[in-house]
């Protein structure tokens, strides 16, 4: 199963908290703020494999990052104070802003009692295709599949592939090598490819992806609450970098369009889909400022700088790794203190 993180990354981590080094940095490393992104929060689950955890948290360890932010005097905003934040100038105080991708359930049972119980402001970011029930969770059903099964076979590339994955180990190399196959089609082959799996192995991937998303009901919910900050996601939540630029287009206008007509409001916000450098272009920045968002979110590690310093169209994020508990490491990565990263170690 995989370790909490790379022990030596955790121990430069905890390390830097102790020697005062990110707060001897100050605001010079530090920036306006700091955007944290999550994805779903729900209990612990048991279980060897669990190739998601790192984009996991319990909602006591969200109940733990909220109560810590208040009392190291982070002021906590919304999206739209953040746009106003990064063009001012610096004001006295840091800001972080909670940001959420995916529109998952567990959102709505488990993150938003907490987030209610402290009267912070949030942001949601979600891919309308899947409150619609028409979206795929892909990433969840290749989980799905490779926990069941002790050999698998596919065709990857137009050629029939058969693995054995009776151990753990095993299992995470699986899923690592074929969802970084699957995160390089187009969308027509990718879904292809996971309908072609599922079928196989007799996963329902309609009954996973509805499962695992919000509806329209929850979400109207979170909109009624004036703390919430509903942005989009695309419809589908592709990979852009993969899309011809007229389909890309297309996703980030469908989706500010559908999700406008869903809220009855102006969806001033948008997020990456996967948000890493891989996922998406300058183009596409472009796209967004044109389709008329005020902001758009990355997955790319980084601080927000005041005065106009920061692209609100390239907004970094910190991407919090749910194997690690750590609120100094935490507090660390909020100073902005960069270390380069380590590789996340697995033991079967």
Known sequence: MPSDISFLASLKLELAYFSGLPWL?????????????????????????????SQEITPQFLDRTIGALKRWKFDIVSMDEVCQRAVALAAPRRFVCLTFDGGY???????????????VPFTVY???????????????????????????????????????????????ELYDFLQGWMRSLSPPDLSTAIKDLCMRYSVDLAAVSREASMDWDDLAKLAADPKA?????????????????????REVMMGRAVAQAAFHRDIKHF??????????????????????FASAASAISGVVQAAGR???????????????????????????????????TRTS
């Open 310 to 344: 920061t692209n609100l169209h390239a907004l970094p994020r910190i991407a919090w790794d749910g194997r690690q508990r750590s609120l100094r490491i935490m507090r660390v990565l909020l100073s902005g203190v960069q270390f380069a990263p380590v590789k996340p």
């Open 229 to 249: 900050t509903i942005g989009s996601a695309t419809v589908n939540y592709p990979v852009l970098s993969n899309l011809r630029d007229a389909d890309a287009q």
């Open 25 to 53: 940095k100050g605001r010079g490393a530090g920036g306006a703020g700091v955007i944290l992104r999550f994805e779903r929060v729900r209990p612990s689950r048991a279980g060897r494999f669990q190739p998601l955890k």
């Open 271 to 292: 997020a990456y889909p996967f948000g890493d450098r891989t996922a998406f272009r300058r183009q596409h920045v472009t796209m967004a400022a044109e389709a008329g």
């Open 105 to 119: 359930k567990d959102l709505m049972t488990s993150a938003y009692p907490v987030l209610s119980r402290h009267d």
């Open 126 to 172: 979600v891919p309308t295709a899947f409150p619609d029930r028409l979206g795929e969770a892909w990433w969840l059903a290749l989980e799905e599949v490779i926990a069941r099964e002790n050999r698998l076979s596919l065709v990857v590339d137009r050629t029939e592939r058969r693995f054995d994955i009776r151990s753990t180990s095993e299992k995470y």
